[in-house]
């Protein structure tokens, strides 16, 4: 059963990088009937693509290290090891937004695109979204620092053995959404993609 709102008032709050925006809005009860009118603050964010770049001949996986906002106060710091991604503009693809990303962070050209899944990052406050992908690449040359000065980026891109990466799970390193999320799929996937993608 598809269930019922209705938006009675939108205000916004504040309009900049992101905007933030206050609604008032009643929906439909899951024992029937309506809500009375609830207010909730939503960030209007964008809709981005992420990809984990995977060297099946090497068995090695690309992440990025960059500093994030949000971590200040990570006890280990906020420099995050993540995977690539990029907001996705209007006239773009999530797929050529993933590809582009990782030649802008990592210096890496995908050679084939595999989707993982897209996703809420945190429905409870905000839009944003992610289409997350798993990108084949040759990390026998990757490394090095990256970014796009105009956009304020310092980027590393780090080369790690796949069992590495695994490793990092649960109370590693590895502790952002996407970056979770693309390397529990690895880790059930990996042989399979060794098999599919590994050269003869």
């Known amino acids: 059963m598809k269930y019922q709102y209705r938006i009675l008032k939108t205000d916004v709050l504040y309009q900049g990088f992101l905007q933030l925006n206050r609604y008032q809005l009643e929906h439909e009860l899951f024992a029937g009937g309506s809500s009375s009118v ?77 989707p993982i899944c897209n996703f809420w990052v945190s429905p409870g406050f905000s839009t944003e979204q992610i289409t997350l992908y798993c990108g084949k690449v040759d990390a026998s040359h990757a490394g090095g620092i990256h970014g796009l000065a105009e956009e304020g980026e310092d980027i590393r891109a780090v080369v790690m053995k796949a069992d590495e990466v695994i490793a990092e799970l649960y109370g590693g390193r590895v502790n952002s959404t996407s970056a979770i999320i693309a390397v529990q799929w690895l880790a059930m996937h990996r042989e399979q993609l060794r098999e599919q993608w590994r050269s003869n």
């Not at 981005?48 to 770049?53: C, K, S, T």
């Not at 200040?72 to 991604?85: K, R, T, Y």
């Not at 990303?101 to 595999?114: F, I, K, P, T, Y």
């Open 38 to 114: 609830i207010s909730r603050e939503r960030i209007e964010g964008y809709r981005a693509a992420a990809v984990l770049l995977y060297d099946p001949d090497l068995d090695e996986v690309v992440m990025i290290e960059q500093f994030r906002i949000g971590a200040l106060e990570d006890p280990a710091g906020a420099w995050l090891l993540e995977v690539i991604g990029g907001l996705i503009e209007t006239d773009e693809s999530a797929e050529s937004v993933a590809q582009r990303e990782a030649e802008e962070e990592a210096g890496c050209q995908v050679l084939e695109l595999l």
